[in-house]
């Protein structure tokens, strides 16, 4: 079965045949009669529906970013459902980034980065395809936007130094007994517990954690497990034995064999249903477990403080950038040196301290093998 029907499809090259693997993509003739380039709309389905292969969030991320574009488009008086493809100028992009600012704010740059990547990877789509106009490539769209944004520089992560005060707040924090009437209670204690000596020992992602079974763990005797991170990219992440030893209080006070490692317990979560994958701590929800034992500890924290504290502990130590690039899971050794290159500059000047001599020194070498002349 199609999934766009057939008003909707996008022509792509007709004929078929073989192709170097450095050659530029055949496009279809735009303004050829048989096979007009499809309506921006049109399109939009058409690449939502090959998203299928992506994780849900990033298919969710990218309805939304191409719903805003397609709102950008009406008020351009370029709207969706009417304007072919090949219609797009150059310079759209450029013109959506300066909408998203007048309609965001600069304050939510992330927001509107957001947006601009769905918009980025939806004329990629149409560049691959040949549904742009002949004289326009995703390439020089996007160096128009280039040209407007610029580069934006990574700000040095600041991380209170009292962050390891969270994880001590929650073990210290009371244990209800056991027992049915404040089985509840315990079970959130234990699991926050578990949740920040989680994000402590291997600065993962909240959306990391929240995605973790049991069984990664081995229900708490495997000291690494295999994780699926940002991108759907996958990584070892290394666990301590204080993380280990939280986890497994935790899972043997549940009770239970659902799947996920960490679970709702409020009352309004609901009934189990199957692996009790309706029960999963959501991201959201361990964002909730970082900021109330941040409060109680009176630090100022995220759950990516975490992450920042992890690798600024493991540079401040010794290990080397494209180390901490594995454990953290960057995709590019770029971005993790452009987010802690202050730490490889701390090394290189323990280094110059280590290694330099002195005038004096040096002298004094010289000295003893070439003595003066009696």
Do not use: C
């Not at 079965?1 to 993509?25: K, N, S």
């Not at 361990?286 to 009176?298: C, D, E, Q």
């Amino acid at each position: 079965m199609a999934l766009i029907p057939p008003e909707d499809a996008v022509i792509l090259d007709g004929a078929a045949g073989p192709r170097g693997a450095h050659d530029a993509p055949r496009r279809s003739n735009p303004a050829s009669a048989a096979h007009p380039a499809p309506a921006v709309g049109a399109a939009v389905r058409t690449f939502v529906a090959t998203l299928t292969g992506k994780s849900p969030k990033t298919e969710r991320t990218y309805t939304t970013a191409l719903a805003r574009f397609q709102e950008f488009l009406e008020e351009e008086g370029l709207p969706a459902s009417a304007v072919p493809t090949d219609a797009l100028p150059a310079t759209i992009l450029e013109r959506f980034y300066a909408w998203l600012v007048q309609s965001y704010g600069r304050d939510r740059r992330a927001t509107v980065a957001t947006y601009l990547a769905g918009a980025r990877a939806f004329v990629a789509f149409l560049d691959r395809r040949g549904l742009l106009a002949p004289e326009t490539t995703s390439e020089q769209m996007r160096g128009h936007l280039r040209e407007v944004i610029g580069k934006a520089p990574y700000k040095t992560p600041r991380v209170d130094r009292a962050l390891p005060l969270i994880v001590v707040e929650a073990d210290r924090s009371p244990l209800p007994a056991p027992g049915p009437k404040h089985e509840r209670a315990r079970l959130e204690v234990l699991r926050d517990r578990a949740v920040l000596h989680t994000l402590f020992s291997t600065g993962m992602r909240r959306e990391e954690a929240a995605r973790l079974n049991r069984e990664d763990l081995d229900d708490g005797w495997s000291a690494q497990a295999l994780i699926t991170g940002k991108g759907d990219k996958e990584r070892v992440a290394f666990f301590s034995d204080e993380a280990l030893t939280s986890v497994r209080a935790y899972l043997q006070a549940r009770a239970d064999r659902y799947a996920p490692l960490f679970l709702r317990h409020d009352r309004k979560r609901g009934r189990a249903r199957g692996s009790g994958e309706n029960l999963r701590l959501s991201p959201l929800g361990i964002w909730r477990v970082v900021k109330r034992y941040a409060a109680l500890a009176g630090v100022e924290a995220s759950p990516h403080d975490f992450r920042h504290a992890k690798a600024s502990t493991l540079l401040n130590r010794g290990a080397k950038l494209s180390e901490v690039q594995d454990i953290l899971g960057h995709a590019s050794p770029e971005t993790t040196k452009k987010i802690y290159a202050h730490y490889e500059t701390a090394h290189l000047r323990d280094v110059f301290d280590r290694y330099s001599a002195s005038v004096t020194e040096l002298a004094s070498e010289v000295r003893r093998r070439f003595p003066p002349h009696p």
